[in-house]
T-cell receptor, first 113, second 113 residues
Framework: DTAVSQTPKYLVTQMGNDKSIKCEQNLGHDTMYWYKQDSKKFLKIMFS???????INETVPNRFSPKSPDKAHLNLHINSLELGDSAVYFCASSQRESYTEAFFGQGTRLTVV | AQSVSQHNHHVILSEAASLELGCNYS??????LFWYVQYPGQHLQLLLK??????LVKGIKGFEAEFIKSKFSFNLRKPSVQWSDTAEYFCAVFTGGGNKLTFGTGTQLKVEL
């Protein structure tokens, strides 16, 4: 079983569209994250949720809206997509109190044309 | 603000050469340190981690890292690299009460035959 799964793996869309990326973890972790990896491979945290509660919201345009229906899911919705949103988006999860490693999903390669 | 620095951005080695990748962090409190590897086109996988105890930690695939508290460093080493070690390597530290895993900028390692 995949520990952290995200869909879709690839997403090609036009500027101005709205799209969502889904993430699910079956590890029983209480903390989930979204990271953006740019073309230079730099990984930057976007959001962190702990037990469905938003904990960290880095400097991310409000076109990005995370939604956590339960602690096993953290979806990312992006409105009015721009060319600069093209990147690989990684979902991850960890167990906060024990500071254990974060497990990452396979990534979603978003290309905005 | 907490930060993680990786000084080597691109490293090219021949097979069987020894590897050392530098990582320094700036955070005054207790830290949990990690090295992740990202093979081409894949997601991040944990190589090794340090929580406490013996500052020399061993990970998968023959990698090891040494935590030197006085130098705020956690350098990654491997005595003899293989072509299959070609990948991007990321140092990371948990901060923010376990809510945030901060990554360094990554080091791209290329091993030539």
């Amino acid at each position: 079983d995949t520990a952290v799964s995200q869909t879709p793996k690839y997403l090609v869309t036009q500027m101005g569209n709205d799209k969502s990326i889904k993430c699910e973890q079956n590890l029983g972790h209480d903390t989930m994250y979204w990271y953006k990896q740019d073309s230079k491979k730099f990984l930057k945290i976007m959001f962190s949720y702990n037990n469905k509660e938003l904990i960290i919201n880095e400097t991310v345009p409000n076109r990005f809206s995370p939604k956590s229906p339960d602690k096993a899911h953290l979806n990312l919705h992006i409105n009015s997509l721009e060319l600069g949103d093209s990147a690989v988006y990684f979902c991850a999860s960890s167990q906060r109190e024990s500071y254990t490693e974060a497990f990452f999903g396979q990534g979603t390669r978003l290309t905005v044309v | 603000a907490q930060s993680v620095s990786q000084h080597n951005h691109h490293v090219i080695l021949s097979e069987a050469a020894s590897l050392e990748l530098g990582c320094n962090y700036s955070y005054g409190g207790t830290v949990n340190l990690f090295w992740y590897v990202q093979y081409p086109g894949q997601h991040l996988q944990l190589l090794l981690k340090y929580f406490s105890g013996d500052p020399l930690v061993k990970g998968i695939k023959g990698f090891e890292a040494e935590f030197i508290k006085s130098k705020f460093s956690f350098n990654l080493r491997k005595p003899s690299v293989q072509w299959s070690d070609t990948a991007e390597y990321f140092c990371a530290v948990f901060t923010g009460g376990g809510n945030k895993l901060t990554f360094g900028t990554g080091t791209q390692l290329k091993v030539e035959l």
